[in-house]
């Protein structure tokens, strides 16, 4: 009997292809989901499912899973698998990284941009026939370059940030838990800093740390309050690692100058207070959503399906410790 696949939403048609040429394949090919039950249900009998961020596979789920070998997660982000519980139960999870690091980027950037020079207000004006006349102060916004950057999280995606920020001549500052090599910090000009003064020196403060415990609400209203009045936070990251409520609070009082959202905390829901409000540009989680990248991710994660149904390692495990256990017997 052939081994059985289940795909939980729509992907690219190549990957669906790839598994098919091998496997029986269980394709959801609907942008729905599957509750926690059915998860479990279809899931009988296989051995692989490729998954993606909307998909929770907590404990609970994942102590009802019998023989599965891999979770591939369609995603960079796998905070929607309970990865210590996996690890347990014998389970492989794979993530999709490096393909959408710059595509992440790009968009990070674009967000910082549109929020300082006003693009959407200004589209959104031009369109509705209201823009009569040129003004010297005419949809006036922050200037970008020569400015400071925040990065917190300087990971594959933090970085790249930091290289397209060399591009606007800005000052670049970064906070992490474990020191960027010299020539790195070197090539992006980029300088440590702790929190406290990143958040207090930075005209910009961009977020790329993965959702954890002790990332949760990293940004709340104290953050908020130690950044510059003129100070503009982007977010492409995961949306709990700012308090959502705190941000639109901070917003209206006008504690810092605006927001560049592309993730939310109760995706696809928005805080009210965000919505209708011209300083805040939201995107619908699209970081990683260009048609070359989406489908290289499908691909990959189609890749590590793949290799853990043929007993090979899997080239992008999250929990790699699970594999070399095996390995040593
Ligand atoms: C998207 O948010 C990802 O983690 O790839």
């Known amino acids: 009997m052939k081994p059985s696949v289940l795909i939980t939403k729509r992907v690219y048609p190549e990957a669906v292809e790839l598994l098919r040429e091998r496997y029986e394949v269980d394709y ?16 009988r009998g296989k051995q692989a499912v490729m998954s993606q961020l909307t998909d929770k596979f907590n404990r609970e789920v994942i102590a009802r899973l019998e023989g599965l070998k891999i979770i591939a997660n369609v995603a ?3 905070d929607n698998v309970d990865v210590a519980a996996a690890t347990e139960a014998g389970i492989l999870v794979s993530n999709t990284p490096d393909v959408l690091t710059d595509s992440t980027a790009d968009l990070a950037f674009a ?3 549109a929020t300082a020079r006003r693009i ?12 009569k006349k040129w003004a010297i102060d005419l949809m006036v916004g922050l200037d970008v370059h020569h400015k400071t950057l925040g990065i917190i999280g300087f990971g594959r995606i933090g970085q790249a940030v930091g290289r397209r920020a060399r591009g606007f001549s800005m000052r670049v500052l970064y906070h992490d ?3 960027a090599p010299a020539e790195v910090e070197r090539e992006l000009g980029a300088e440590a800093a702790d929190f406290e003064t990143l958040l207090a020196e930075s005209d910009f403060v961009s977020l790329h740390v993965p959702l954890t415990a002790s990332t949760r609400h990293l940004i709340g209203p104290g953050e908020l309050r130690r ?7 982007v977010n492409t ?11 639109a609070e901070a917003l209206h009082q006008g504690v810092i100058a605006g927001a560049g959202l592309d993730v939310f905390e109760r995706e696809p829901e928005v805080h009210p207070g965000l919505l209708n409000l011209p300083q805040a ?15 290289k991710m499908c691909l990959m994660a189609a890749e590590n399906v793949l290799a853990a149904i043929e007993g090979r390692r899997p080239p992008n495990l999250v929990n790699p410790e699970l594999w070399e256990r095996r390995a040593r017997g």
Do not use: C, N
Not at 32 to 39: F, K, N, P, Y
Not at 120 to 131: M, P, Q, T
Not at 237 to 247: K, M, N, T, W, Y
């Open 227 to 233: 950044m510059k009045r003129t100070a503009i936070l």
């Open 120 to 131: 959407v207000e200004g589209h959104a004006f031009v369109h509705s026939g209201r823009w």
């Open 237 to 247: 990251s995961r949306g709990p690692v700012v308090d959502e409520a705190a941000l």
């Open 111 to 113: 967000l910082l941009l």
């Open 28 to 43: 959801e090919a609907t942008d729905d989901g599957l509750s926690a039950e059915q998860l479990v249900e279809r899931l």
């Open 76 to 78: 960079v982000g796998y």
């Open 177 to 179: 838990a474990v020191r």
């Open 281 to 295: 540009v939201l995107a619908p989680h699209i970081g990683s959503a260009t048609i070359e990248t989406r489908r």
